[in-house]
């Protein structure tokens, strides 16, 4: 694996580019179409620059700027992998919980409880949800994880007139697809989600383990049962190292414009 | 700050009075987005008022996204149109027609032909020293930036791409009918990043503020990688939507 990374980065001596910014940008495109994936370990900085005969600092500063642009990161032994990851279908195609997605990342998934209590909130608020007049919600709040480190944190508020007394019955660090299904024999048919990029502030940086005002993408979701009753409203911010993938066919383009004449 | 009316006399609490002037004004086009309003301090010496009612009235538009403050700098108007779209139709820009109705307009601010790059000829499938074109433009809507693109095209799918390139042009149709190809499928990927300076200034908005920056590779029936996209739309002011079923 390593011998293999190692010679997948080149430089161009004749270049004007400086090897710093050439590496950088070589080890970026090698994450960016999937050669280098995520948490393969690169070179340590001493043996690329031997290998490329170039000074240990140049490439010092290549790996230091992709720490800083959350590309990679530091491991505790010195050595360096990559960040970038992807949530396995997460945001399209389909349904997948989130706990799953961190499983078919190669890591083990755990969940932190940060918050979980009933809420009141007014109809107004209570409307613009999609939730009925009066409804009681239990709100929680909970990091997901991989290996201990933090993915994705994701606000929810649950119907109680749908999850009965699952304020005295959920502990908060269940997956909760699986224990609606176990539960209450719900299942999430449909996710209506809308994505933007947000730069995160304060407490959900410290919380996600980024610096304050790090890119992040927010998801808002409106989460459907089989009977077709809104059981989740939700919003999650992800960590600046995530993406996903959209494969867009020329149908879906063509139907695209079909509708449009 | 013409655009403020406080009339003491009336039974309108002042801070209603305040932000219902500030939104109008707003509506109107006299503030347009990223005019900076006057400082509280200022709004309460003018209209011998208190700071707390002044305070109510920015935090009222604050939380109705209207305007927003910036530590150290000041308030700022925020509003802009933001551009929604079902994630899979994110390029409706780039169709004949567009659904909202906004009149979008096309300005190109580079033209270029180069003969490596290390990201994109990777992505491209390109050798160093085989040709590419590359165009930078920005889109917009009612003068605001709602993308910003890098778009290479390689020579050998786009000759003489420099004599047949016009500003106004759309992507799909001079791929497909300027230049005959048929498009099998857009790979595109998503992902959060934080703008440089230059990415600011194009896309009008602060350096560090988030950007969804979505690359694309276009595809070809035949399977050749015909272009290459980096698109770089304003974080705050673009939604994808996407309905996902379950398994």
Known sequence: MRSNLIEAISIDRRSAVSFTEQIKESIKALILDQTFYYQAVLPNPAHLAKHLHIETKEVQSAYDELVDVRYIKKRSNDDYEVAYFELTNYFFYRNVAIYDAIIALGMTPSIQCLEKKVVKLDNQQLLAMGFKSGEKLLYINRIYKGNDVPIIILENYLPLSVFEDMDKRFIGTEPLNAYMQKEYGIYAKLSNRVTKAVNLTSSLALLLGERKHAASIQSTNKVYDQHDRLIDYGQSHTTSSYYFQALVSRDEMNNYYQREK | ?247
């Open chain 2, 1 to 247: 700050m013409e655009y403020l009316y406080v009339n003491k006399t009336l039974k309108v609490p002042i801070y209603k009075q305040i932000s219902n002037s500030i939104t109008k004004a707003i509506e109107e086009g006299q503030l347009k987005y990223n005019d900076k309003l006057p400082t509280e301090k200022e709004v309460c010496r003018t209209f011998s008022i208190s700071h707390t009612v002044v305070k109510m009235a920015y935090e009222e538009l604050i939380n109705e996204h209207k305007i927003k403050r910036i530590k150290g700098k000041g308030t700022y108007v925020t509003n802009r149109l933001v551009f929604h779209t079902p994630l899979h139709e994110f390029y409706q820009l780039e169709s004949k027609k567009v659904l909202q109705k906004v009149s979008y307009a096309y300005q190109t601010i580079m033209f270029d032909m180069i003969d490596y790059d290390i990201a994109a000829y990777r992505m491209l499938k390109l050798q160093p020293n085989e040709h590419c074109f590359v165009v930078l433009r920005i889109i917009k809507a009612n003068q605001n930036p709602v993308l910003l693109q890098k778009i290479y095209f390689p020579e050998k799918y786009f000759p003489k791409l420099n004599l047949n390139y016009e500003s106004t042009d759309r992507l799909f149709d001079l791929v497909e009918t300027k230049y005959k190809h048929v498009i099998k499928h857009m790979h595109n990927t998503f992902s959060p990043m934080n703008a440089s300076s230059d990415e600011a200034l194009l896309l009008n908005i602060n350096e560090d503020d988030a950007i969804y920056f979505v690359r694309s590779n276009i595809v070809s029936h035949l399977d050749q990688q015909l272009c290459y996209v980096s698109n770089y739309f304003p974080g705050e002011f673009t939604e994808f939507e996407v309905m996902v079923h379950a398994v």
